[in-house]
């Protein structure tokens, strides 16, 4: 059986549901970003008990197509830019409309519709997240997280940054308090 559970967003989220379906007496087959396959079936009750286990952790079962189709494409961008360095050479409307089997205006509509925001600047908030992170590590130059994160420039770079941040890397860098949001609250 299928689960699709929102706010899996990272590799230890993926720890946390599979140990807690195991802790559940659930036998998981595969663990992806949003989704878990299990060899049983559930039945309300035991639905009940895993919602209420994983809403502890901040987890939440999706029931509905809409919700699951939103969190597939969450998913896919927040794979896509922390964890695959953006590495897309195709552009992201073909990438989400060829993995979700879907039309990309759909898709958008859907997303927007939903989420009070667009996809493309859905993806800006993750790229400029992974900026910041990536800024915070002080390993790389501001032209290498350009290219790392697919920009075509570092004046691109930085206009985005500022256009969302209010403030240029280079200043964002120098302070001391450098918030950053988790993946899942953008």
């Given at each position: 059986?299928?689960?699709?559970?929102?706010?899996m967003?990272?590799?230890?989220?993926?720890m946390v549901?599979k140990?807690?379906?195991e802790?559940?007496?659930?036998?998981?087959?595969?663990?992806a970003?949003g989704?878990?396959?299990?060899?049983?079936?559930?039945?309300?009750?035991?639905?009940?008990a895993?919602?209420?286990?994983?809403?502890?952790?901040?987890f939440e079962?999706?029931?509905d197509?809409?919700?699951?189709?939103?969190?597939?494409?969450?998913?896919?961008?927040?794979?896509l830019?922390?964890?695959?360095?953006?590495?897309?050479?195709?552009?992201?409307?073909?990438?989400?409309?060829?993995?979700?089997?879907?039309?990309?205006?759909?898709?958008?509509?859907?997303?927007?519709?939903?989420?009070?925001?667009?996809i493309?600047?859905?993806?800006?908030?993750?790229?400029?997240?992974?900026?910041?992170?990536?800024?915070?590590?002080?390993?790389l130059?501001?032209?290498?997280?350009?290219?790392?994160?697919?920009?075509?420039?570092?004046?691109?770079?930085s206009?985005?940054?500022?256009?969302i941040?209010?403030?240029?890397?280079?200043?964002?860098?120098?302070?001391?308090?450098?918030?950053?949001q988790?993946?899942?609250?953008?």
């Open positions: 059986m299928r689960l699709y559970i929102r706010n967003v990272c590799g230890r989220c993926k549901v140990a807690e379906l802790r559940l007496g659930f036998h998981p087959v595969a663990v970003l989704e878990v396959d299990i060899a049983e079936d559930i039945d309300p009750q035991q639905k009940e895993l919602s209420g286990a994983l809403k502890s952790f901040g079962l999706i029931d197509r809409k919700s699951r189709v939103i969190e597939r494409i969450k998913n896919l961008i927040v794979d830019v922390h964890y695959k360095d953006n590495n897309l050479r195709r552009n992201l409307s073909q990438y989400l409309a060829e993995d979700l089997g879907q039309e990309y205006s759909a898709l958008s509509n859907l997303f927007s519709e939903v989420e009070g925001t667009t493309e600047q859905y993806f800006i908030a993750q790229k400029i997240e992974k900026v910041k992170e990536l800024l915070m590590y002080d390993e130059s501001l032209s290498e997280i350009a290219y790392q994160l697919n920009y075509s420039s570092v004046a691109h770079l206009n985005q940054f500022k256009k941040t209010g403030l240029s890397p280079t200043h964002f860098k120098q302070l001391k308090d450098r918030k950053r988790q993946i899942e609250d953008l």
